[in-house]
C-alpha cells in the first residue's frame, strides 16, 4: 500500500547541478536539512573511506575490488527526535547500494545503523529506510525505520555497484515530518547567506532574501545551465524566483562585498486524468482492484515519476494520509473515492482534485436449502426464499414468479434471483432438489444363529432414509444389530428428514425352520430356543387348514412331529407366540417367520 510522504527532497533535473551535489569522498560529504534537494551522479570515488577493508556491515566489495566504485557521501544532523526514513530513487535497470553510519567523525564510523547490498535483479526503483513509496511491502531492498532522537549526527553512503549509472535522488520520509515539517533537520550545518538549496512545486512563490545591514546595492545572477548571468533590473534585497536554476547574489557594501549562491529547483505538479466511475455486481467478500485506475488517474504521466493513492474523503486525499488498500473491500452501494497523485520526486506537488464512484450492486444472496424432503403424511412442501427482499425480482424454473411455491412432486426446481439497479443485472440462481419420503414401517425382522447373541436385522419394504434404535440406544444408519440377546426389545425406526417414527416391541427368540423326527437322533423334535426370557410364554403350532396341533411352553420339550400320538406328514406348519407384556396383557410376538417344516 502507498503509503504518504509527508516531506520529501527535491529531484533536480538538470546534470550540471546535480555534479555539484556529489562528493566522493567522507571528509567531503555534503551537508543537507530539511528543505536541501539532493540529486547526484556518481562516477568513481576518490580516497578509499574504509582503508581496504572487505566489508562494511552489510557492504562488501564491488566489481571494483574496493567497497567503493561509484560513490556519494551526505552528512546530516537531526533537530527533533522521531521516526526517519529515506528513499533512493534511481533507473529500474541499475544497481545501488546504501549505509547510514551514526558518527560525528569520519575516521571514526563504525558499524552501518541501516545497510542494504541486495542486487537489483526485480528491477525496483527505490532502496532505503522505512517504506517502498510504490507500495511494496516485500521489498528486500529496505531496511527498517530508523528512530532518532535531537542532536544526532549521520553519515549517509551511496554507491553504484557497477559504473552503469544515470544518477540518483533522496527523499526524507517518517513520522517525524508530520510533527516537525520544517525543523526535522537541522540546517545550521549549511552555512550560507540565502541558506540552503530549495525545492518547489511549479506555480509556487519562491522569494530569496539576501537582506544585509549596511548593503548598498544588490547584484542578482542567475545560472540554468550555461554560467551566471546578470538579471537586468534586479538590484533588490530579494528576488522572486520562478525557474528551477542556481541562483547567487552579490551584497555590495560600503567594506565587503558577499557573494552567496543557492540552489532552487522547480518539481511537475501532476494533473489527475479523468476516472470513469465504475458500476458492477457485487458479491460476499468481493474487493475491487484500486490499481486498476493508476493508468486513467496517471493519464500519459510517468509511473516511475508519479504514485496514485486512493481515498475515503478529500480531506484525506489533500493530507495525502490513510491511503485505502489497494485490494479493496466493498461494502456494497455507492462509494466516493478520492484520488490523490503524488510526486515522487516531491510528495508536496500533488493533485487531488478527482474523484470516481464505486457502484457496488449486491448480487442476491441465497439461504435457502438445496436439498428439501416431503413426508409423504404431508404431501407438499415449501421451498425457496421465506424472507425475500423486495427489489428483486423472483423467477422459478416453473414459470411462477413468487420467493417461494409450493410443490408436492419430487423433482428439480431452480430460482433465479435479479436485482437491477443503474442498467445492470446482477443474478443468482439455486437449484433445490425435492425428494419424498415415506413413513417408516417395519415390515419383517430377520434373527440370525440361535444364541444367547443373536444377529437382528429390521427390514422395510418402503423407499427412504431411515435409522434405527434399540433399547433406547443411539440412532445408526445401519438396520442390523449384533451380539443382541433373546427377549423382548423395543425398536425405533425414523426417518432422517423428521417425516415420522415407528417404535416397536420385537421378540428375538430362535428355532430350526427344518426338522425331521425319523429316528436318527438329529433335530428330532421342533422348539423355541429363548422361551424362558418371556412372561409365560405359549407356543401354538397349526397346521395349513388351521388345526391347532400342539400347545407349549417354555417347560415342554418341544413337539415330535406326531398328533394324537400318530406321525403327521411332511409339510410346513404355522405357529404363533403369545406372552405377557409389561402392562400383564397378553401379546402375539409380532414379525417372526411363523412357518417351519418337518420332513422325514
Not at 543537507?32 to 580516497?47: A, E, L, R
Not at 433465479?416 to 440462481?429: D, L, P
Not at 445401519?478 to 425406526?493: D, L, Q, Y
Not at 417347560?555 to 406328514?569: E, M, R, T, V
Amino acid at each position: 500500500m502507498f503509503r504518504t510522504l509527508t516531506k520529501t527532497l527535491l529531484i533536480l533535473l538538470f546534470w550540471q547541478t546535480a555534479q555539484g551535489q556529489v562528493a566522493q569522498d567522507c571528509a567531503d560529504a555534503i551537508p543537507i536539512c530539511s528543505n536541501t534537494p539532493i540529486n547526484g551522479g556518481t562516477s568513481g570515488f576518490g580516497s578509499d573511506d574504509f582503508n581496504g577493508a572487505t566489508a562494511s556491515g552489510c557492504l562488501e566489495p564491488t566489481v571494483a575490488g574496493t567497497i567503493e566504485s561509484n560513490s556519494a557521501w551526505y552528512r546530516f544532523r537531526t533537530a527533533e527526535a522521531g521516526q526517519l526514513g529515506f528513499n533512493i530513487g534511481h533507473n529500474s535497470n541499475e544497481d545501488w547500494d546504501f549505509a547510514l553510519y551514526q558518527a560525528t567523525d569520519c575516521s571514526d564510523l563504525g558499524e552501518p545503523v541501516r545497510c542494504n547490498f541486495f542486487d537489483n535483479s526485480e528491477n525496483t526503483t527505490f532502496i532505503g529506510v522505512g517504506e517502498d513509496p510504490t507500495g511494496n511491502e516485500d521489498s528486500v531492498h529496505y531496511e527498517d525505520w530508523l528512530q532518532v532522537e535531537a542532536g544526532e549526527e549521520y553519515y549517509l553512503f551511496i554507491n553504484n555497484f557497477s559504473n552503469v549509472n544515470s544518477g540518483f535522488s533522496i527523499q526524507f520520509t517518517g513520522n517525524i515530518w508530520v510533527d516537525y515539517p520544517n525543523s526535522a533537520l537541522d540546517c545550521a550545518i549549511v552555512s550560507n547567506l540565502l541558506g540552503p538549496p530549495i525545492s518547489a512545486c511549479e506555480g509556487d512563490d519562491v522569494v530569496l532574501d539576501a537582506t544585509t545591514s549596511g548593503a548598498i546595492n544588490y547584484e542578482w545572477y542567475s545560472d540554468t545551465g550555461s554560467g551566471y548571468q546578470l538579471i537586468i533590473g534586479a538590484n533588490g534585497a530579494t528576488y522572486n524566483v520562478q525557474n528551477t536554476g542556481q541562483y547567487r547574489v552579490v551584497v555590495i557594501t560600503s567594506t565587503e562585498n558577499i557573494v552567496s549562491d543557492v540552489q532552487v529547483g522547480f518539481n511537475e505538479v501532476p494533473v489527475t486524468g479523468m476516472l470513469a466511475d465504475e458500476t458492477f455486481c457485487h458479491e460476499v467478500d468481493m474487493v475491487f482492484d484500486l490499481n486498476s485506475k493508476n493508468t486513467e488517474a496517471l493519464g500519459g504521466m510517468d509511473p516511475d515519476d508519479f504514485v496514485v493513492s486512493y481515498h475515503g474523503s478529500q480531506t484525506d486525499a489533500d493530507m495525502g494520509i490513510h491511503p485505502l488498500e489497494k485490494q479493496y473491500p466493498l461494502m456494497g452501494g455507492s462509494e466516493t473515492i478520492y484520488v490523490r497523485t503524488t510526486s515522487l520526486a516531491n510528495p508536496d506537488c500533488y493533485d487531488a482534485s478527482q474523484r470516481f464512484v464505486l457502484n457496488a450492486i449486491e448480487t442476491p444472496f441465497l439461504t435457502f436449502d438445496e436439498q428439501a424432503v416431503i413426508c409423504e403424511a404431508v404431501g407438499s412442501i415449501e421451498i425457496g426464499e421465506t424472507q425475500p427482499n423486495p427489489n428483486y425480482i423472483y423467477l422459478w424454473s416453473t414459470g411462477e414468479q413468487t420467493p417461494s411455491i409450493t410443490v408436492s412432486d419430487a423433482g428439480e426446481y431452480t430460482l433465479t434471483v435479479t436485482n437491477q439497479s443503474n442498467g445492470i443485472s446482477c443474478e443468482a440462481s439455486r437449484t433445490v432438489s425435492v425428494e419424498i419420503s415415506t413413513n417408516p414401517q417395519i415390515s419383517s425382522i430377520d434373527i440370525e444363529d440361535m444364541s444367547v447373541n443373536n444377529t437382528v436385522t429390521i427390514n422395510t419394504e418402503n423407499n427412504g432414509m431411515y435409522e434405527f434404535s434399540m433399547d433406547g440406544g443411539e440412532y445408526q444408519n445401519s438396520n442390523v444389530f449384533e451380539a443382541v440377546s433373546p427377549g423382548v426389545h423395543t425398536v425405533n425406526m425414523r426417518d432422517l428428514f423428521g417425516c415420522g417414527v415407528v417404535e416397536e416391541d420385537i421378540v428375538v427368540v430362535g428355532y430350526l425352520a427344518i426338522f425331521s423326527p425319523n429316528g436318527d437322533v438329529l433335530n428330532e423334535t421342533w422348539q423355541i430356543e429363548g422361551l424362558s426370557t418371556l412372561n409365560s410364554p405359549i407356543v401354538t403350532i397349526y397346521d395349513r387348514y388351521g388345526k391347532l396341533i400342539k400347545q407349549m411352553n417354555e417347560f415342554d420339550a418341544g413337539w415330535d412331529g406326531s398328533f394324537q400320538g400318530k406321525p403327521l406328514p411332511s409339510t410346513d406348519y404355522w405357529f404363533k407366540l403369545s406372552y405377557i407384556d409389561d402392562d400383564g396383557n397378553r401379546t402375539y410376538a409380532k414379525y417372526l417367520q411363523s412357518h417351519f417344516s418337518l420332513r422325514r
